[in-house]
């Protein structure tokens, strides 16, 4: 595989994902059993195969590449688009609002944002911790994507103690 192939594999895979949250983003936010059932009739609706665990495990990459953010509301998990998406809708998804029985959502942006700032500070303590440096670097990037995503979010904290690793200056602990 060529370094050319591994660029327009990682096109293939954001845009999946961005994909994903596209899908999520008709809704304003689904459950994650909402939109493995979405994903699957979008399936069927451009003709292709439906392998639940392939499912399952696109909207987990999703929600690990910050795409979709995790969140509680009340008595539900549920999953809104993320400060790495640039939500785009794919083929055939404008149907989806009508096939399925879901209801139109508001994100509840302050739990989002909370959820959203409490995992990447898990995150961001793991990867020191393991001086990590690749995971620091990707997640010092989502710092700014949060930045643009929200800005009642405030992960300032994060990113500093990622550039102090980054640099060598922060002291390991725990996450």
Known sequence: MTDGDRADERRTDELQLDEIAGVVDLFGALTPAELERALN?????????VDEDVVADAVDDAVSAYALVRYEDGEQT????????????PDNAEDLPHILDVPAREVEREAAGAALAERLRTDAAR?????????????????????????????????????????????????
């Open 41 to 49: 009739e979008l399936a069927f609706k451009q003709r292709a195969g």
């Open 78 to 89: 549920l999953l809104a688009p993320g400060p790495t998406a640039f939500p785009t809708l």
């Open 127 to 175: 990867a020191v911790s393991r001086s990590d440096a690749a995971a620091m670097e990707r997640l010092l990037d989502v710092t700014y994507d949060v930045d643009v995503w929200s800005d009642a979010v405030d992960v300032d904290d994060i990113r500093a103690r990622l550039d102090d690793a980054l640099a060598g200056d922060a002291p390991v602990d725990d996450p």
